[in-house]
């Protein structure tokens, strides 16, 4: 059975199963259980591995009573012999374990990280919304490993308990008093580390937001490096992560102080136990109720027993380090997508007219639309709902940060004054879902259409897309869809010559993360390059040409509508290069279509327009010597 890497169907395959994320618990025992046969193959190695070992002490104590004490050389080497046995047996029982439990521990690991993945996948640009990047980094890898770490401490656990019910039950067959002292050990250890645990899962937790939020501090910095070295914002944003990095070191200070408290009770008490035993088997052995090597049976037993003991303690901080864990990762992964699924899904037209009913926008199949707006952000808002995007505003859930001031009854509460908040948020967001969207293309709203038939037939191209390291190949053709004719072709229309000369290596010239070793507009360029392979039904492009020069952004203008002949495409900007070239321009003035029209007509007619495009019309004899030169 291949079970590595974990195959993961949730989010992305409808009838797949999801996470119980109702509490922190709920989840970690639906990961259990999806361990399945692996964490009963985990458990079986580890009793095999542990029970074994329990005969080892007694084996010793029957080799001295009846073999050194009774001078029987035969029955010291049997028994010898057979101590030997069971130590060869539990080494390599252990390696078996050891194997298992590794797997079991990876298993959890990276399959948390698929589940982060596949729900980002889910939600797409709603995530982003709703979370800091940096929570979701760090329930996708620091949480996964500590998901990790419960399976195999949990499988542990339960098989020395087995030992240690073992022990105790061959302690009590001996001496009863000896028994009593075994059985009440372990519970008392547990009793006195108990109220330490609660302070400690307050400061972990307190550590693991103020970490994430570093993360995300980090991620913002590198990823504004360039803007912040032009404004000299460096010092600045560099002290604020110095900062935030001490405050994690204070919490961390903290955690750790606790952490160390609930370990010395447990060496102290594990100590004492030791103690314990040895000066009441003495007695024992000294009014005869005990033989010589019965005691040193349950001296042996009593250094087995530290052991259990202490992983008994170990299991109460993983557990404790899981919960605050799998709270983050409920944070996440129980965030419902604000898109529901039609009851009867209709069919999209590839070739329809697009109406937006909020501007009034009419866009014609076919040809190359066009849209001016004074106010960009009423432009790319058009763009979103083209795509079926929610607008920056909506979606926002309520923040699963809890102030470090709230302690024991009223931290919980506010905990579930937020979840109540969250799933408020959730059915509000479902109900806009199942509203007319507002678009419809050839008479079909795109409510009525499943969300990946839209992403299928509208593909959006914003003014932040993403450039993933790899080969120039991949970032341009993810799918290999592409013969090199029609790749070559995207490059052309594209103007990006310059990229692929840039790269040793051609197509299969390595990309940096996020493009960093290309500039602005040659990162801009390759995205418009990857837009244009796609080949949608409709193509939707916001401000394609912004970083790029002017002699650049007239070759485009000039070779975009011939590559889309015959395919619907909108482009959103202001440049009259690019206007010069539209089949159809719309004007969009407070976020509603006022005039269409051809760029020449526009320019004549309505003083609007001139007031938004005028100013690059010092630009029209680059144009002119462009448009001639790429005939």
């Not at 390599?92 to 298993?107: D, K, M, N, P, Q």
């Not at 088997?281 to 037993?301: K, P």
């Not at 001139?610 to 030169?629: I, K």
Request: hydrophobic share 45%.
């Amino acid at each position: 059975m291949r079970d590595f890497p974990p195959h993961i169907r949730s989010y992305t395959d409808r009838d797949a199963e999801v996470p119980d994320t109702r509490t922190p618990r709920a989840l970690l025992w639906w990961m259990v259980r999806q361990n399945g046969g692996l964490f009963l193959a985990g458990l079986l190695a580890a009793l095999i591995w542990m029970v074994p070992q329990t005969v080892g002490p007694w084996m010793v104590g029957r080799a001295i009573d009846t073999g050194i004490v009774a001078g029987d050389s035969a029955a010291t080497t049997r028994w010898v012999l057979g101590l030997a046995a069971v130590t060869v047996f539990g080494a390599c029982s252990g390696i078996a374990y050891h194997t298992v439990i590794v797997r079991e521990w990876l298993i959890a690991l990276y399959g948390t990280t698929k589940l982060v993945t596949r729900k980002a996948l889910q939600l797409g640009h709603v995530l982003t919304r709703r979370t800091p990047t940096g929570e979701v980094l760090s329930v996708s890898g620091s949480d996964g490993d500590q998901f990790g770490a419960l399976m195999e401490i949990t499988t542990r656990a339960v098989s020395q308990l087995a030992a240690y019910l073992v022990v105790a039950g061959i302690v009590l067959s001996t001496s009863v008093r000896m028994g009593v002292l075994v059985l009440v050990a372990a519970p008392l250890l547990v009793l006195l580390g108990t109220p330490l645990l609660r302070p400690m899962q307050r400061w972990q937790g307190v550590e693991r937001s103020r970490n994430s939020e570093l993360t995300s501090m980090a991620t913002d910095i590198v990823g504004g490096l360039r803007i912040l070295r032009g404004i000299g914002g460096e010092a600045t944003f560099g002290g604020n992560y110095a900062d935030q990095s001490q405050r994690v070191r204070q919490s961390g200070v903290a955690a750790g102080r606790w952490q160390a408290a609930v370990e010395s009770v447990g060496v102290l008490l594990s100590g004492a136990f030791v103690v314990g035993l040895m000066w009441l088997g003495t007695r024992e052995v000294a009014q005869g109720r005990l033989t010589v090597g019965q005691l040193v049976s349950f001296l042996g037993y009593g250094l087995f027993l530290i052991q259990p003991m202490r992983t008994f303690v170990e299991f109460a901080q993983k557990w404790t380090r899981s919960v605050v864990s799998a709270r983050k990762a409920v944070a996440v992964l129980g965030q419902r997508p604000p898109w529901v699924h039609p009851d009867e899904p209709a069919a999209l037209s590839r070739d329809g007219l697009i109406v937006d009913g909020e501007s009034g926008a009419t866009i014609r199949p076919g040809i190359l639309t066009m849209v001016v707006s004074a106010v960009p952000d009423d432009s790319a808002a058009l763009a979103d709902r083209l795509g079926r995007y929610l607008p920056s505003d909506e979606g926002a859930l309520v923040s699963d940060e809890i102030s470090e001031e709230l302690k024991g009854r009223a931290a919980r509460r506010e905990r579930s004054a937020r979840a109540r908040a969250r799933e408020e948020q959730a059915l509000r967001d479902e109900e806009r879902a199942r509203q007319p969207w507002g678009v419809t293309v050839g008479g079909v709203d795109l409510s009525r259409v499943e969300l990946d038939e839209v992403r299928r037939h509208i593909l959006v191209s914003d003014t932040s897309p993403q450039v993933f390291a790899g080969t120039l190949r991949s970032a341009v053709d993810p799918l290999e869809r592409l013969t090199l004719e029609e790749a070559e072709r995207a490059l052309h229309t594209a103007a990006a010559d310059d990229v692929f000369d840039a790269l040793p290596g051609g197509w299969q010239g390595e990309l940096e993360e996020r493009g960093r070793g290309l500039s602005g507009g040659q990162r801009q360029r390759l995205v418009l390059m990857r837009a244009l392979a796609a080949d949608p039904d409709v193509l939707v492009l916001v401000e394609p040409t912004s970083a790029v020069d002017a002699h650049t952004e007239a070759l485009i203008a000039a070779r975009l509508g011939q590559h889309r002949a015959g395919r619907t495409t909108v482009v959103m900007t202001a440049s009259p290069l690019m206007l010069h070239h539209a089949d159809e321009i719309i004007l969009l003035e407070n976020s509603t279509a006022t005039a269409r029209g051809r760029h020449a007509d526009l320019l004549a007619d309505s003083p609007a327009y001139r007031a938004v495009v005028v100013r690059g019309e010092g630009d029209t004899s680059v144009l002119a010597h462009v448009s001639e030169e790429s005939r």
